[in-house]
Structures are given as structure tokens and as C-alpha cells.
């Protein structure tokens, strides 16, 4: 009787025991069962492995050009200055298309000097370099032949894009292609599409947008990137097929060139990531002057991603009076760099050339400032990824294969810094981007700090950290400790 009741209740325990798992199994199955079937979603789950996205990935830096007619008004239009971003200046003074795009006659930039500015890149230790071929007001850098509104009918007449792009890639930095797809200039661009002849227009319109990329990837073969933008209208989201077609025809005729996120819309007109949750194009892109929060938001380290940022508080073309908004100081810049490289991702800090096509002294001396940074500590920012450790007061992880960067911004009064590693990590030493050794206390089972000089100067600097993993074998004298 009682080896029954034993029994009994050994399979009621085997049942009890069994059953979260099957629950597990079946929660791991449930979200994939229930997504929902799409034509125009995600191409691929997971980051892409190849090369040429690995080198996108190990870049970590690059700079944003936004240069167009809007940089000869500068934010001001008819003696009125507009504080808004100086690329929207057309809406802010309700100007019309055909007024805005007689800016055309004075676009003589005769400073301009492809190579100056790839030098200037190359200083500033930027990798690539993303270049507003067309923005939103429809003026192409290059000579389209879809289009009036070119560089080629300017006083000018020379063709901006291709020097840059010549320039750039002698200096080794890729270039990338910004592009957008909404354009005031077109008569046939519709933000909606209300009636049958919106949806005919708007059809031409795409076709036009066809054209235009096929021109640039075929003159311009060495592009590493489309990063489009102005796709957040219903009309572009109506037509998810049409953002498909898009990156895999430039796939097509650009073999591995990588394409952002923004792009993209599926079938319902999500944008980004597909209804099922799943990234669409190669990165994420939509972190505009700001950045995921380095502890709550560590879920984009699953992803390829990149951030752009504006000096000036929300200035992308040139602004005469750049300083009339909180305008950042270039160590700032600087930590925004590292912090994207902390979480995995890339960051693009963005310059408004002047219409004359100088840079504006600020900027040349905010990219001396972190070039100089970047030349002495750039092994901590380039080709490293997100190191997993948490994160302290005194500022950032960086990893690369066993090598974890403290890159500091906050130095304590005690000169001493916090550091936690995970468990079976330990810091075998720890020396500084000249390679001496710097003194590394363990103050509890996973807790060090380091300890340095009192001479040490409060600016950016890095400290490398040895470590070993003890993940893979047991430790038993450490284990009996707990
Ligand atoms: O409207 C544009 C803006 O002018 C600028 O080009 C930025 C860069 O990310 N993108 C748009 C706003 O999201």
C-alpha cells in the first residue's frame, strides 16, 4: 500500500517537475506560431555576418554632411532669422518650391575643396562619411539627369559629389549616401494618397526615386551605404513593396552595401521593425540626437545600430547664428561617441558646411579635438562592440576580443574607479593607452578598483584591462568562498 501511494506520488512530482518545461517550450514556440504572415518584413533575423557589414560595425565613427541650397540662407529669409533646423528653413518661411529653388543661381561655393574636407576627415579620425546626395528640398550634389534641380545648372556646375566621393575614398573612408526620399521639388511627390490620381502620380514619382538611386550606384560604385530618410509619410508607408524592392534592387547593383533601417516599411506600414517585431534593413537607425539609455536599453546591443547627432541643439544645414541654441563642447561630443560604442553601435556627428564651402571654425576645431583623442585612444572606439560589464559612474566599457576599455570621463576625488566584473571574469592587470601599468586592487569576489596617480588630468582618458575567463573552468577554492 504504501510503495503504491509512493508511486503515486512519485509520478504526481514527475508531472510537477516536467511541467515547466513543457510550459517554457511551449512559450518559446507560442511567438513564433502566432506571427503574423509577411510579404514585406524582416529579410533576415540576427545581425548580418558578412565582411563588408563587419567593417560598417568596426568603423564605430563617421561624420554626417548636410550641404544644400539651404546653407546660403542660413536660417534667415527676408531679414526674418528662424530658429529651426536651417534644412527646414523652405517650411518655416512658407516659401514656395519654385522661389526656394532659385537659391540655385547663387550656389557658388568657391571655397570648396574636396580634398581639404577629406583631409579634415581623416584628421578627425572618422571612418566614412555620410553625404546628403539630395535632401529634402530635391537639389542633387550630382548631376542627375532625372532633374533640373542640380549642382550641373548652377553657376558653379561642378559635380560635389563625385569629387567628395574621389576625395574621401583617397584618404581610405567610405562613403555613404544619404537620400531622401520625400522631395519638395517633385510635382509628382504626395505625402498622401487621397485620390486615383495621387496613386498614379505618386507611382511616377517612385519610379523617378528608381531612377535616381540606379544613377548614383552606377556612377558611384565604390558607395558603401544608402541611409535614407524623409520616409515617414502614409504615402511611402502605403507602399511597404516599394521599400522592399528598394534596398534589394541596391543589393543588386551594389554588392554589400549596407542599407538603414528607416528605409523600410512592411505590409501594415510599420516602419523599422516589421509587425512581428523583427529589424528590416541591415541597422537600426532612428536614434536622431539621442541615445539608448545605457542600462535600461541594453536591447539594442542584439542589433547592428547607428546614432546621428547635431552639434548645435537641432541645426543639420548651416545656421548663421549656430550659438543661438545650447551648442555642445566638444568633450561632450566625444562622450556621446563612446557611449554608442558601449552599447554596440555606431555614432555620426553631423557638419553644416558654410555655402561658400568652408567649414565654420568651430567645427574644424571640434574635429581636430576628437581626432586628437581618437589617435591616442582610438583602440578603444574602432572595432569594439559592447563589453557586457555594468556600468559605472566614472563612464564607459568597450571591448574588444579580451581586452575591456574603462574609458573615463568622471574621475573621482579618491582617484579610485569602481569595477565590476561578471562572474569568473578576473583583471589580471590593468595599464594605461601607453601601456604602463596602472595598480589594480581586488576589494571583493568580482569588485576591483583601480587606482591611479594622483597627477592623473581630469580629461577623457583610457585604461585597458587585462582579463581572464574563468567561465570555462571550475574554480573550486574561489566557489567555496560564497
Ligand atoms: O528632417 C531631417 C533632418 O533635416 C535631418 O536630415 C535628419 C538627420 O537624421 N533627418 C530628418 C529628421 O529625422
Not at 477 to 482: G, S
Request: aromatic share 14%; glycine share 6%.
Amino acid at each position: 500500500m504504501l510503495r503504491m501511494k509512493n508511486l503515486w506520488l512519485w509520478i504526481i512530482g514527475c508531472c510537477l517537475l516536467a511541467a515547466p518545461s513543457v510550459l517554457n517550450a511551449q512559450k518559446k514556440m507560442l511567438p513564433a506560431e502566432q506571427e503574423i504572415r509577411l510579404q514585406y518584413g524582416a529579410d533576415r533575423l540576427g545581425k548580418r555576418k558578412d565582411a563588408a557589414m563587419k567593417q560598417f560595425r568596426d568603423h564605430r565613427l563617421g561624420a554626417f554632411i548636410h550641404w544644400g541650397l539651404y546653407a546660403i540662407p542660413g536660417g534667415e529669409w527676408n531679414g526674418k532669422v528662424y530658429s529651426g533646423a536651417a534644412e527646414w528653413l523652405k517650411v518655416w518661411a512658407k516659401v514656395s518650391a519654385d522661389e526656394w529653388l532659385t537659391l540655385m543661381d547663387q550656389w557658388n561655393p568657391t571655397r570648396f575643396d574636396a580634398k581639404k574636407w577629406a583631409r579634415m576627415a581623416k584628421e578627425m579620425g572618422v571612418k566614412y562619411v555620410k553625404i546628403t546626395t539630395k535632401h529634402h528640398e530635391g537639389f542633387c550634389l550630382w548631376p542627375s539627369q532625372y532633374t533640373e534641380y542640380t549642382v550641373a545648372n548652377t553657376p558653379f556646375k561642378r559635380d560635389i559629389l563625385g569629387e567628395l566621393v574621389k576625395a574621401y575614398n583617397a584618404e581610405n573612408i567610405d562613403v555613404h549616401f544619404y537620400f531622401s526620399v520625400m522631395d519638395w521639388s517633385h510635382p509628382d511627390y504626395r505625402s498622401s494618397l487621397k485620390t486615383k490620381e495621387d496613386s498614379i502620380a505618386f507611382r511616377r514619382f517612385l519610379t523617378f526615386t528608381d531612377n535616381q538611386l540606379k544613377e548614383l550606384a552606377t556612377r558611384y560604385p565604390t558607395v558603401k551605404d544608402f541611409w535614407f530618410d524623409g520616409t515617414w509619410d502614409a504615402s511611402i508607408k502605403q507602399n511597404g513593396w516599394w521599400t522592399a524592392h528598394v534596398e534589394q534592387m541596391l543589393k543588386e547593383m551594389v554588392p554589400g552595401v549596407t542599407i538603414n533601417s528607416r528605409l523600410r516599411a512592411d505590409d501594415y506600414g510599420k516602419r523599422h521593425f516589421d509587425s512581428n517585431g523583427h529589424l528590416m534593413g541591415d541597422y537600426e537607425s532612428g536614434y536622431e540626437r539621442r541615445l539608448p539609455h545605457p542600462v535600461k536599453d541594453l536591447k539594442v546591443t542584439q542589433w547592428d545600430w547607428e546614432a546621428c547627432m547635431t552639434v548645435p541643439e537641432n541645426q543639420w544645414g548651416y545656421h548663421k547664428e549656430w550659438s543661438l541654441s545650447y551648442v555642445k563642447q566638444p568633450v561632450e561630443v566625444l562622450e556621446r561617441i563612446v557611449h554608442a560604442v558601449s552599447m554596440g553601435g555606431n555614432m555620426v556627428v553631423n557638419f553644416g558646411p558654410q555655402p561658400d564651402g568652408d567649414f565654420r571654425s568651430e567645427e574644424k576645431e571640434l574635429a581636430q579635438y576628437i581626432g586628437r583623442w581618437m589617435k591616442k585612444n582610438g583602440e578603444a572606439i574602432y572595432g569594439c562592440d559592447y563589453a557586457g560589464w555594468e556600468k559605472q559612474d566614472w563612464g564607459y566599457f568597450t571591448r574588444k576580443g579580451d581586452e575591456v576599455y574603462m574609458v573615463v570621463f568622471q574621475l573621482p576625488y579618491s582617484n579610485r574607479l569602481q569595477v565590476k566584473t561578471p562572474q569568473g571574469v578576473n583583471i589580471i592587470k590593468a595599464t594605461n593607452i601607453e601601456q604602463k601599468e596602472v595598480k589594480v586592487q581586488e576589494t571583493a569576489r568580482n569588485e576591483y578598483q583601480v587606482v591611479l596617480p594622483a597627477s592623473t588630468p581630469n580629461e577623457p582618458f583610457v585604461i585597458r584591462l587585462h582579463i581572464e575567463n574563468k567561465n570555462q573552468t571550475s574554480d573550486k577554492y574561489r566557489d567555496a568562498l560564497t
